[in-house]
């Protein structure tokens, strides 16, 4: 697996978001679900976006649901799992 840069992450996460609402904030740590038109079906659809994105697999039971509301959580998140998958 080719390894990101976090700024490639939230880069990458931005667009996939930017393709969703219709307005993404500049607060990297602002709610997905506050401020935008993205409902929890949304964010399903964007997880599966980002897994399809970055050919990862995001366990949605193991991990907490808050740290993938945010730009900044899902960059945090990502990271760890690419770390974690070029590791092994």
């Known amino acids: ?23 993404v904030s500049l607060d990297d740590s602002a709610s997905l679900l506050e401020g935008t ?16 994105e970055f050919s990862i697999s995001i366990d949605f039971v193991a991990v907490d649901p808050e740290s993938l509301l945010s730009i900044s959580g899902l960059t945090h998140h990502l990271s760890m799992l690419m770390d974690e998958s070029n590791v092994g």
């Open 1 to 23: 697996m080719k390894k990101h840069s976090e700024y490639e992450i939230r880069g990458a996460i931005r667009r996939l978001i930017s393709e969703r609402v219709d307005e």
């Open 37 to 52: 038109n993205l409902d929890s079906l949304g964010v399903v659809e964007l997880l599966l976006a980002i897994e399809e």
